[in-house]
């Protein structure tokens, strides 16, 4: 890992982490790297920061930089979950009911998202 930043647990095992200025990494519970999302998706990354994992398995990934909030689902393209409204996201949560929460810290508020 290069600068290894947030960390959130994968359901069936495993764990995602973001990295500083590059990439989001997926891990499997024996800490084998599974995948890289840049590669796996072609998505190029401004500055990733929190991540979070859905009840699907989604990756939901806020880019610092970009100001934005992507999901990579386990099949098909990743989609844009939030692209404005956002000043600097970080951590992230995702929870069981079907709601984001986005720590952004230029407004010093947790933002929440459905």
Same mark, same amino acid.
């Given at each position: +890992? ?12 495993? @764990? %995602? ?5 590059? &990439? ?8 084998? +790297? +599974? ?8 998505? !190029?990354?401004?500055?990733? #920061?929190? %991540?979070?994992? &859905? ?7 806020? &880019? ?7 999901? @990579?689902?386990?099949?098909? #393209? ?7 409204? +956002? !000043?600097?996201? #970080?951590?992230? #949560? ?6 984001? @929460? %986005?720590? &952004?810290?230029?407004?010093?508020? %947790?933002?929440? @998202?459905?």
């Amino acid at each position: +890992l290069q600068g290894p930043r947030y960390v959130s647990p994968v359901p069936r095992g495993g @764990f %995602v982490v973001s990295e500083e200025c590059g &990439d989001v990494k997926v891990f499997m519970s024996s800490r084998k +790297l +599974l995948s890289s999302l840049s590669s796996k998706y072609g998505h !190029q990354f401004g500055n990733p #920061a929190g %991540v979070c994992v &859905d009840t699907d398995g989604s990756i939901l990934v806020a &880019d610092e930089q970009r100001r934005t909030v992507h999901l @990579f689902p386990e099949h098909g #393209a990743p989609i844009c979950l939030v692209s404005t409204g +956002l !000043q600097r996201p #970080a951590g992230m #949560a995702c929870s069981s009911s079907g709601h984001l @929460f %986005v720590a &952004d810290t230029v407004e010093n508020c %947790v933002k929440v @998202f459905k």
